[in-house]
C-alpha cells in the first residue's frame, strides 16, 4: 500500500508536503510581490467568459492572444518539472 502511494506522489508523503509547503510559500511571496491575488485568477475567468458570451465569435479571436499568454507560464513550468523529473527515468 505504502508503495502505490509513494508511487502516486512521487516521493514519501512527508517529502512531498514538505515540496508542495516550499512551493506554496515561494509562489505566494512571488504573487504578494506583484499584488496578484487568488481572487484576481477567479474574476479574470469570469471576466474571460463574460467577454466571449457577449462579444460572440469577435472574442475567439483573442483565443491565440490566451493560448500564448498561458503559454508563457504553463511551457517554462513543463520543461522545469520534466527536467526536475529527469533523473528519476
Known amino acids: 500500500m505504502a508503495g502505490g502511494v509513494n ?20 509562489v505566494g511571496f512571488v504573487m504578494n ?3 496578484f491575488y487568488p481572487a484576481d485568477i477567479l ?3 469570469r471576466r474571460a467568459f463574460y467577454d466571449l458570451w457577449h462579444s460572440g465569435f469577435a472574442a475567439l479571436g483573442r483565443v491565440g492572444d490566451y493560448l500564448l499568454l498561458g503559454a508563457a507560464v504553463v511551457i517554462p513550468v513543463f520543461i522545469i518539472i520534466r527536467i526536475l523529473n529527469w533523473h528519476k527515468s
Open 7 to 26: 508511487r502516486f506522489l512521487g516521493d514519501t508523503p512527508m517529502r512531498t508536503i514538505v515540496k508542495l509547503v516550499i512551493l506554496c510559500v515561494v
Open 33 to 35: 510581490m506583484f499584488g
Open 43 to 45: 474574476f479574470w475567468i
